[in-house]
Structure formats: structure tokens, C-alpha cells
């Protein structure tokens, strides 16, 4: 928090920090550098001061020794929970600080989740929005609360002491250890609010004000951190309080003497907050014994004892209460870093390339230990081990004799060094973003509104069960780019005709047809066979072209780009022999790639790539959304397994396409994550929506004749049906419905994209001007410009988005429908079906319904004003993430683990069968000895005859 507030002073912005005192050791020790900050203190309460002043308590003591995971913390909570309590009481009692703030009228609050006060004071003080920041990788209780998936099967709890690749039994223990860690923070800020309420009654609930954070910034580094599922309103920071300038970690004479002294130097080191001096003699005592064992090594331990002389007989031995460890880890001449596996030690070492032997004590750190094993830069042992010199001189020498720790910490410090999206840059920007928009309903994804049954579809897969309809789903197993650039080398392949053919004007009945059927994949079935046919032949003679082929060969390219949606190019890639690949969508995401990289597919609340639900769906929408998700899957998988069935006849060696997609070092994807449907993501999907928007201005000048047109009436439509299913190819009756409508509405100047030259069939109506080409950007631009008819087409969804224009959406086909629900959720947008199209009345009621509402106009302008001012910008958020790969590679580090594990153990199904099967077994057992208990009670109790 205090690196937070430091960044934000440096970017000018005005700070107060609030710092209620509870352990008063710790006043002096707030860590802010930047002397613009206000910083306000409140006194500790008396008794909380006692109980966490004292050092040598027993629980502190007993720290060393426990169990380091959260169920061992149950029976320490009373104490923690009664400090947080009584320190809430006080500041919600400080009314002469509190008015002090009422009078600052801060704009934002920025709060840490550890416990829940603060974000009651948010509300008393009446400021309009806040962030809450995590200084761990992420509490599992506010991923809760906020909609971000907890996946236990492949990503460790908060406090857990798994890694990713769990056994059965690790990850029933996972799921356990998470589940009491939830409870745990609950039982905080329950307890927290008893006190609130009792003089605050109006205070909203802990978990209300926890989910409406606009933003929650994480100390998470995608790179370092596991692979998990997150959503977009979660910012990941982690790396922001690392110094990794050089010339700022000068280390004094003595310390360089001390570095000099033998050829290997291993600091020592488990924190601030369980300090070595109040390790438990014995420990100690081991401590030394491997020190004398290794006589050539210099060992630097931070002890806090002032003046202490355990040491005094181990001339390799300096202790210290204070190291300048960022310094330290930064030299070369540091071999190895012992620590106890804290988040903030575990960034530093990951950041400036240092081996580490990890010892973690309690909370996350067994997660952070983990974290480092799993990239080969640390060895973890248990803290049992400190007791046995042998062993701990045994994991020393493990990791300072195999030089692949130092190679891979290296090459982890690199990379991280290089991350394409600046933590202290996105933490401004973020922040700035926030305190201009408020609160982000936006971000918030429905599944939070879901209970268990609905969220994992149980509900759905119970009814198809029941109904017999599961045999049926055990079945269901365009890119065109403006290249404007001088320095591109454009090079092109001739269509094959039998391809091209099926494209053309001959075919036009069937695009006539796309108008009348249903906009949805089922109905796109029976279309495949032409998009299908098309790839195959295309791609049959890129693999064909021998001189082609080998003039591309001949460039040895550093990256390709490979649209996934035909597989073609990643067969292509394997062949010129590309080392490294990014996939790039041209949706707002295809749930086949999705399915391929392991990005969770949530089809209870997020609406699938071609469906026509928005993420407010009934049991029968949920339903329909799966199956039209599976379909969609399904087309899918047809192209890409036909495309390779005609590059393996001449080129076997080829890996599946399946291998490829998912090696994929990154994948662009055409979504911007304020204006599309929230939705879970991996650290490996970069958005980039919104680049290809033009918003400058005076880049979008109308010639002298479309600014008289727009003069023309005071309302102007534009209507545009994309480059596809083009205009031209609408049936007779829906051209003469349009027509009608133009009629019924005189006022309204309407510019019709028809892409026949020198129609004349709208030539009776003054108000109407057809064109083959418009100048959309420009268009959306002007404010003259009422309303704009549209298909729904991403492009053109993602420009009226960015450009503050209101929509009628009337969907065609494919994502269409999908898109213009995401418009409509944000209230810039009314949809109607396409067959009201042949309804002209309707067609003008749904028309004025726009025109008339300035709801839309408003909505419209303020979504404007997020997406242009968006945090990430996506332009430079795609040159540093191509960089970022055409340097590193294939990024392993990014693959969710999720992606090896079977429906049953990614899901959990084995470890709830077994634990439910454990309750029924007990169950019935006590039911037996109960009743055998109870019929011999009767037995013995029996009256005697006479």
C-alpha cells in the first residue's frame, strides 16, 4: 500500500494515507518515501497494542512449529479477529479525523481487503468510488465476492500448500483449506461490521461494498504468478515495489568487503513479521550448526537482536537487523537467498535473478515457495527441516551446485523485467480511470448473481440427464486487414476458382437465404460445407506452392500471427519452421481457442461466440446457450480437421492443430473489457478491441458533399449491413419493407450502404441516398449523425461504441447477435430480429424508440468516454506484447494447468463423489450403531413376565 500510494504522489496526485496503529512497533515503519503524502495516524487501542506488541507471545512463538496452512490458523483467529474489531470500533469513534476527511472531498478511496473496516469508512466519508488492493497474489474471498473464478482443482488456495499438478487427495485437501481460508476472512469482517452496526446501522454490508470496487489491483505478475482464471476488473501490479535500477542499489564499502570474503554468499533471511530472534532456541541452534558445517560459505542472517553474540564464534557468519536486501539480491556476488517465501522477498528475488531455498512459516508463503519451484529458480523445504543441519546443508548445496537454477532465474528476471504492460503505469491509469467513471457495473460479471447449481450448469446437465438428451450432446464433440503500412511486405496467393466460386454473385441465393434463417450455429450446419470446402482447397494449394513456401522459408521470421479461425496458417507456420506463433482472434473470442488454452468457457452467464442470449439467462437460455456453444465448437473442429487431412497427405510430419493453438505464446483478441460481456480470461489473452478505431478527430474530415447531405434534416440515419451478407443480396420483400419505411419517416435523412451501382429503385424518396461506399468512421464521428442502423458486425459494433453513437441493431448471422446484446447491455443500443425488417411500422417504432430516449445518447457518450480514455492502450498493448514474444518464445508459464486435467477433475465431480460418499458411509454407520444401541437398551430394559 505504501509503494501504491509513493507511485500515485509521483504521478501528481494528491494522497492522504490512513494509518490505524495496532502494533505500535511498526508507527516508524510505514515504508512511504515521497514526502508530498499525507499520512494520518490513528493510536493503537490499548489492548490490541498488548496483544500484538508482544513478540515472545506463545501464538508468535508457536508460528514456527504449527502447520502452515489455514486450518492450523483456526485456532488463532479469536485473537486476530477481536484486534481487528476493537481497532474498527475506534476509527469508526475518531470523529475528529473522520470530519478532517469528510472535508477533503477525495474523489477515491484504495483499500486493502485483508480486513473489511475500510470500506465502511468509504461509505461514512461518502466517497463515490474505491479500488481495493490485495497485497497478496489474491484472496479467495474477494474473488468470491467480486465474480473472479475460484478453480481449486489447478490453482492453490491463497494459504494452501499445493502446487498446481495435485493428486486426488491434494486436491480434496485444496478445496478444504480454501474453503476455510474463505471462512476465515468471513469470521473478520462479520465481526467487524457487529461493531459498525451498532452505531452505524445505514453502513451496507462488508460484501456489497467489496464488489463494487471499480477496479481490485493484485500483487500478481501474470508471468510469475500460476495460471489461473481472473476477470478484467482484477489489474495485476505485482513487481511494482522492486528497484530494479542498478544505479540505485549501490551497496556501502562494508557490505562489498562482507560480499568479497569467499567465493559463495547466501543471505538469510525470514522476514518482518515472525522475526528470527523469536525462533525457538533449538532452531537456532541448528541454524548455527549448519553454518560451522560449511566453513567456505559467507552467511549474511538478518537478525533483529541488537548486538548479539549467538554468532560470534563462526568467523563465516555476519548477523545483521537490517540488510539492504534489494541491493544484496541485485549483486552478482549473492549466490543463493534463504527465505522464508513472504510475497514481497519472492518478487524481489524472481525480479533480480536469485536462486532461493524456501522455507515457508505461515499464511500464503508455501504458495509463494511453490510458485518459484514450479519456474526452477527455488528449492522448497518443509520448516521441520530447520532442526536438521544435515538436510538444510544438503538443500543448500542442491540449488548452489546445478547452475540451471541460476540459468532459469536469469531468464525468469528477464522476462520479467521486459513485461509488456508496466505495473506502476497500469496502477496510474487504472487508478485515474476509476477516480474520473466511479464505479464499473460494466466489469462486473453476472455469475456472482448464480448460486452453485446454476453457475456449474448442474441444474442443465440434471434435465438433459432426465430428459435423455445427453446422448445428443456427447455428439458435439474473416478476417479482411487494411494493411497500410510502407515497410509491410504484402504477400498474396491467388484464389484457387473452385474456392472463389463459392463466393461469388452465383451463389447469391444462398446469401438471400442468410436473411430469413435463424442467426444462430445450428442453423449455420447446413451453410458449412461451402466455408469448409473453401478452406480445404485454400489451403491445399498454399501447401502446394513450392516457390512460394520457399521464398517465405527464406526470411526466417522471429513470430507469425495466425488467425484461428480456420488452422491453415499454424500448419504453414510449422513448415517455414517459426519458432515462436501468436494467435489472433477476430471475434471477441472463439470458444474453441478458448477450449484449446485452457481459458475457462463459462456458458451459465457469459454468451458463447455465435449465440443470440445476453448473460441474464433463464434455465432454458442457460440450456440453449450450451448447446449452441457446443455446436459452434463443433463447426469448428470439422474446418480444422479437413484442413488437415489435406495437409497431412503431403506433409504428415505436421503436429495437430489442437498442439499448435495451444502453444500459442499469446492470444489477441478483438475484446475490449469494458465493453464486452464480463467474462473469466487467463493471463495469456491480451484485448485489443478498439484497434482499429480511428478517434482522432482530424483524421476524420467529410468531404463539401457529405457534410451537405447531414445538413439535409435534422435527424440523419446511417444504415449499414456489412461486407458479407451484403445489402444487395436481400430479398426483393425486405428491400421494399426498408423502402416503406424510409417513406413513413420524411424528416429523417437516410444513407442506405447499397452496393449495386446506379439502382434507381429509391429514387421517388428525396430522404434517401444510397452509396456502395460510406465513410463510416468519419460519420460515427459527427454529431450530426443521429442513429446508425447496423448489423451488429464487430467492427462496426467496436467503432459506434468508441464514437458515442446510439445503435438499432438488426443481427444477420454468426456473433452478430451476440455483439448487439453486448451494446444493449450497456444501453446504447435497442435490437430487434431480423424479420422485423419485413414489418415497416415496427421497423419505425423501434427507429424513433432510439431517436426519441436520450438515455441512449447519454449511455452512448459516457461508454465513449471510458473507451477512449481506456487504461490499457491496445495499440501499444499489441507492439510490446508481440515483442514480448518474438523475444521470449513460447511462454509455458502461462499455460493453466487446467488444460491436463480430465471434466471430472477439473471440475471437481471425483473429490465431491468421494467426500459426499465419506458422509454418507459415516452417516449410515452412526444410523446403525445408534439403532443397535437403542434395540438393546429395549432388550435390557424389557419387563419380566409373570
Same mark, same amino acid.
Given at each position: ?8 504522489? &509521483? ?34 487501542? +490499548? ?95 474477494? %474473488?468470491?465476492?467480486?465474480?473472479? +473464478? ?22 480434496? !485437501? ?81 557490505? $562489498? ?53 549467538? %554468532?560470534?564464534?563462526?568467523? $563465516? ?23 522464508? !517465501? ?91 480511470? %476509476? %477516480? ?72 447469391? &441465393? ?167 460481456? +464480463? ?136 456473433? *452478430? ?22 414489418? +415497416? ?63 471430472? *477433475? ?41
Amino acid at each position: 500500500m505504501s509503494k501504491i500510494a509513493d507511485v500515485l504522489a &509521483e504521478a501528481g496526485h494528491d494522497v492522504t494515507v490512513y494509518f490505524p496503529i495496532m502494533d505500535e512497533l511498526h508507527r516508524d515503519k510505514t515504508g512511504i518515501t515521497n514526502k508530498k503524502i499525507t499520512k494520518v495516524f490513528l493510536d493503537a487501542v +490499548p489492548e490490541v497494542a498488548q496483544m500484538l506488541g508482544d513478540e515472545n507471545s506463545a501464538d508468535m512463538k508457536a508460528m514456527w512449529t504449527d502447520s502452515p496452512n489455514p486450518i492450523a490458523m483456526l485456532s488463532k483467529m479469536h485473537n486476530f479477529t477481536k484486534c481487528f474489531q476493537k481497532t474498527c470500533e475506534k476509527i469508526f469513534g475518531a470523529q475528529k479525523i473522520n470530519g478532517m476527511f469528510r472535508k477533503k472531498n477525495f474523489d477515491l478511496g484504495i483499500v486493502e481487503p485483508f480486513n473489511y473496516c475500510g470500506f465502511g469508512l468509504l461509505e461514512e466519508l461518502k466517497i463515490p468510488a474505491w479500488i481495493a488492493a490485495e497485497t497478496t497474489t489474491g484472496f479467495d474471498i474477494v %474473488a468470491q465476492r467480486i465474480g473472479k +473464478p475460484i478453480a481449486p482443482s489447478f490453482v492453490p488456495g491463497t494459504a494452501t500448500t499445493s502446487s498446481e499438478k495435485m493428486t486426488f487427495f491434494e486436491r480434496m !485437501g485444496n478445496v478444504i483449506q480454501t474453503v476455510v481460508g474463505v471462512y476465515l476472512f468471513q469470521m473478520i469482517g462479520n465481526k467487524e461490521y457487529e461493531s459498525i452496526h451498532k452505531t452505524h446501522p445505514h453502513i451496507r454490508d462488508w460484501r456489497e461494498t467489496v464488489s463494487d470496487s471499480s477496479f481490485v489491483v493484485s500483487n500478481s505478475n501474470p508471468i510469475l504468478n500460476f495460471p489461473h482464471p481472473t476477470i478484467q476488473k482484477v489489474v495485476p501490479i505485482g513487481g511494482i515495489t522492486v528497484e530494479i535500477d542498478k544505479s540505485k542499489l549501490q551497496l556501502t564499502e562494508d557490505w $562489498n568487503k562482507i560480499l568479497n570474503e569467499r567465493k559463495h554468499t547466501v543471505l538469510v533471511s525470514f522476514g518482518s513479521v515472525l522475526k528470527s530472534k523469536i525462533m525457538p532456541e533449538h532452531m537456532k541452534e541448528s541454524i548455527l550448526k549448519l553454518f560451522s558445517l560449511m566453513p567456505d560459505i559467507t552467511f549474511i542472517w538478518k537478525y533483529e537482536e541488537e548486538g548479539s553474540q549467538i %554468532a560470534k564464534h563462526l568467523p $563465516n557468519v555476519h548477523l545483521s537487523t537490517w540488510v539492504p536486501q534489494n541491493a544484496l539480491l541485485a549483486d552478482k556476488r549473492l549466490s543463493l537467498f534463504i527465505t522464508h !517465501g513472504g510475497l514481497g522477498s519472492s518478487t524481489e528475488l524472481a525480479y533480480l535473478g536469485k536462486p532461493a531455498l524456501i522455507i515457508p512459516i505461515f499464511a500464503d508463503q508455501t504458495k509463494n515457495g511453490r510458485m518459484l519451484e514450479r519456474h526452477g529458480i527455488a528449492h522448497l523445504i518443509h520448516k521441520t527441516d530447520l532442526l536438521k543441519p544435515e538436510k538444510l546443508k544438503e538443500a543448500i548445496l542442491k540449488v548452489l551446485n546445478d547452475p540451471s537454477y541460476q540459468e532459469n532465474a536469469t531468464r525468469l528476471a528477464d522476462m520479467l523485467q521486459n513485461i509488456p504492460l508496466d505495473p506502476k503505469q497500469s496502477l496510474v491509469r487504472h487508478v485515474e480511470f %476509476a %477516480a474520473r467513471f466511479g464505479k464499473l457495473p460494466q466489469l462486473d460479471p453476472y455469475g456472482r448473481h448464480l448460486n452453485i447449481f446454476q453457475y456449474y450448469l448442474i441444474d442443465v446437465a440434471i434435465f438433459l440427464i432426465s430428459t435423455s438428451l445427453m446422448p445428443i450432446m456427447n455428439l458435439l464433440e474473416q478476417n479482411k486487414h487494411g494493411i497500410t503500412h510502407k515497410n509491410i511486405k504484402k504477400v498474396f496467393l491467388d484464389a484457387d476458382p473452385i474456392a472463389a466460386g463459392l463466393f461469388t454473385d452465383e451463389h447469391a &441465393e444462398e446469401m438471400k437465404q442468410m436473411w430469413l434463417d435463424t442467426p444462430d450455429p445450428i442453423s449455420m450446419l447446413s451453410k458449412l460445407a461451402n466455408f469448409s470446402r473453401a478452406f480445404e482447397i485454400t489451403c491445399g494449394k498454399l501447401f502446394a506452392a513450392h516457390e512460394l513456401v520457399d521464398s517465405l522459408r527464406k526470411e526466417k521470421f522471429d513470430l507469425a500471427i495466425v488467425e484461428p479461425f480456420n488452422y491453415c496458417g499454424f500448419a504453414i507456420m510449422e513448415e517455414l519452421k517459426i519458432p515462436n506463433w501468436v494467435a489472433a482472434e477476430s471475434t471477441t473470442g472463439f470458444d474453441l481457442v478458448a477450449y484449446y488454452t485452457g481459458r475457462p468457457i463459462a456458458p451459465s452467464y457469459v454468451p458463447g461466440a455465435t449465440t443470440t442470449m445476453n448473460d441474464r439467462m433463464t434455465f432454458f437460455e442457460r440450456m440453449r446457450n450450451v448447446v449452441q456453444t457446443l455446436i459452434g465448437g463443433y463447426l469448428f473442429i470439422m474446418i480444422g480437421d479437413n484442413e488437415y487431412k489435406v495437409v497431412h497427405k503431403t506433409h504428415p510430419h505436421i503436429r495437430d492443430w489442437r498442439e499448435s493453438l495451444s502453444e500459442s505464446a499469446f492470444v489477441l483478441s478483438n475484446s475490449n473489457p469494458i465493453l464486452n460481456f +464480463p467474462h473469466p480470461t487467463i493471463q495469456k489473452y491480451v484485448p485489443l478491441g478498439g484497434l482499429t478505431v480511428e478517434i482522432d478527430r482530424s483524421k476524420l474530415e467529410l468531404s463539401e458533399e457529405w457534410n451537405k447531405i447531414l445538413n439535409e434534416r435534422q435527424h440523419t440515419v446511417l444504415m449499414s449491413f456489412g461486407s458479407v451478407i451484403k445489402a444487395k443480396y436481400a430479398p426483393d420483400i425486405i428491400r421494399e419493407s426498408i423502402l416503406k419505411t424510409f417513406a413513413l419517416m420524411p424528416d429523417i435523412t437516410f444513407i442506405w450502404k447499397y452496393e449495386d451501382e446506379g439502382v434507381t429503385f429509391a429514387d421517388h424518396l428525396p430522404n434517401v441516398l444510397l452509396s456502395t461506399w460510406v465513410p463510416q468512421n468519419a460519420l460515427l464521428a459527427d454529431k450530426r449523425l443521429s442513429l446508425f442502423i447496423t448489423h451488429g458486425g464487430l467492427g462496426s459494433s467496436t467503432e459506434l461504441a468508441h464514437l458515442g453513437k446510439p445503435a438499432l441493431i438488426i443481427p444477420i448471422f454468426a456473433d *452478430q447477435t451476440k455483439n448487439g446484446r453486448m451494446l444493449e447491455r450497456h444501453g446504447i443500443a435497442h435490437i430487434i430480429h431480423k424479420k422485423d425488417l419485413l414489418k +415497416p411500422e415496427k421497423l419505425k417504432k423501434a427507429i424513433l424508440k432510439v431517436l426519441n430516449d436520450p438515455g441512449y445518447q447519454e449511455n452512448a457518450t459516457r461508454l465513449a468516454g471510458m473507451l477512449q480514455n481506456i487504461p490499457i492502450n491496445p495499440k501499444e498493448s499489441l507492439i510490446k506484447h508481440v515483442e514480448f514474444a518474438a523475444r521470449f518464445g513460447k511462454l509455458p508459464q502461462l499455460d493453466p494447468y487446467s488444460r491436463q486435467l480430465n471434466i471430472f *477433475q477439473l471440475y471437481l465431480i471425483d473429490v465431491g463423489v468421494f467426500l459426499i460418499s465419506v458422509a454418507l458411509l459415516v452417516f449410515f454407520l452412526l444410523y446403525f450403531c445408534v439403532k443397535k444401541c437403542c434395540c438393546r437398551k429395549s432388550t435390557t430394559t424389557k419387563p419380566k413376565k409373570e
